[in-house]
């Protein structure tokens, strides 16, 4: 039976070896991104000194979209006196501004930020676009089950045959002074052990991101209502008067904000839909955990025409199956558990790419040692033909 195992984790290995290696250098690429990021943008800070004159919200929103000369998706704001407002639009564009005096900084990080966005679409989506990203989420699942089932028969092979202090010294600790094959054997299965636990973690979150039917199963196993898509509101008739005219009887962004950070006691950062600007309700997100923590994030709807909140939905308030689904992703990452889980989670990524590289070299040692008995099995074959051939001259010569 533990042969049997061993050629089902070896055949598997071999096969999923390239696609495991390559998801596990850019989830390790991942680790710090949210760090990394905040460091290079260090230097794009609003003046400390409140000015007489402070720019409201609304006028910061008209300048950011004056100078992109498009219309904006969303508004964020941080707690921190020297943090910029950040306008976006979209995913990859994006304006920072002194919340003091409105002059506009720059773009932030831009690179750095393209170079993770272009990681993590490696990661999530080998690269492709559109359509075919479904079928890379699916693919990209059938990688995570089957290194789930490599983990699983792979703790069967680290079991020992007798359970001894030197058995157990051999595969659960790193060894020095050993050399070839079995410098290999002891990397491979130390790493191994101790990489199994986050590792079983990160594969089983990555699958459940990648397939809808575990979502299904998830709201069904809690018994929850499975989230539905909200239709999109009717445009107005009026055209861009009926807008103009509807958006003189709105109250400010800022009294909205002042209201969100009211109710959301502790806030880093609150992020506003402004897309639309005629809508009559907008809608505000607020983090205490800089998007990090699921469970510290709040959703506050507000009439922009009294400037009262109209609807409030946090962490506490979702069905469980909601809440279940919220924190898959963050453990997937890790970031749920702060920076010693980010750690974890790179370590992890880190030692996944070590056990494809110790595993794919005893592979091709085993392949060489293969090839090298079946060229000496035909060289004593060859030879024992010959001696049998020369045997038989040797006792025909001697009959006649």
Request: charged share 25%; net charge positive.
């Amino acid at each position: 039976m533990r042969r049997i195992i061993f050629w089902i984790h070896l055949s598997a290995g071999c096969v999923i070896a390239a696609a495991i290696l390559f998801l596990s250098v850019t989830g390790c690429l991942l680790t710090y991104e949210r760090q990394i990021v905040s460091w290079e943008e260090r230097g794009f800070r609003s003046t400390e000194q409140l000015m007489e004159n402070r720019p409201s919200l609304d006028a910061l929103l008209a300048e950011a979209a004056a100078e992109k000369k498009a219309r904006p998706q969303s508004l964020t704001v941080f707690s921190r006196a020297d943090a910029p407002v950040v306008v976006s639009f979209g995913k990859k564009e994006r304006l920072l501004l002194d919340r003091n005096s409105g002059r506009i900084l720059g773009e932030g990080a831009v690179r750095t930020r393209q170079f993770f966005e272009t990681v993590r679409s490696l990661h999530r989506y080998f690269g492709v676009e559109g359509e075919n990203r479904k079928i890379a989420k699916v693919v990209k699942g059938i990688f995570d089950l089957s290194l789930l089932g490599m983990i699983g028969t792979g703790l069967v092979l680290w079991v020992p045959g007798r359970w001894t202090k030197i058995q157990l010294r051999q595969r659960a600790v790193l060894r020095g002074g050993l050399r070839g094959k079995a410098w290999f054997w002891n990397r491979h299965n130390t790493i191994g052990l101790w990489a199994a636990v986050p590792l079983t973690v990160i594969v089983l979150t990555g699958a459940a991101m990648s397939y809808t039917w575990v979502t299904r199963i998830i709201y069904w196993a809690t018994n929850s209502a499975l989230p539905t898509v909200a239709a999109k509101e009717k445009t107005h008739k009026g055209g861009k008067r009926a807008d103009r005219k509807e958006a003189l009887a709105l109250v400010s962004l800022d009294q909205v904000f002042r209201s969100a950070a009211e109710r959301s006691p502790g806030w880093q950062m609150l992020e506003a839909d402004v897309s639309r600007r005629s809508d009559k309700v907008v809608m505000i997100k607020a983090d205490r955990s800089l998007g990090n923590r699921p469970d510290e994030r709040s959703e506050m709807r507000f009439d922009r025409a009294t400037g009262r909140i109209t609807g409030l939905e946090d962490f506490h308030s979702r069905s469980m199956g909601a809440k279940i689904r919220a924190m898959i992703h963050m453990v997937h990452t890790e970031e749920a558990g702060g920076i010693v889980g980010q750690t974890i989670s790179g370590v992890a990524s880190a030692c996944c790419s070590l056990l494809v590289l110790t595993g794919a070299w005893m592979s091709l040692e085993r392949f060489r040692g293969w090839r090298l008995r079946s060229a000496r099995l035909k060289t004593l074959l060859v030879l024992e033909e010959e001696s049998e051939g020369s045997s038989f001259s040797t006792a025909s010569s001697v009959e006649k």
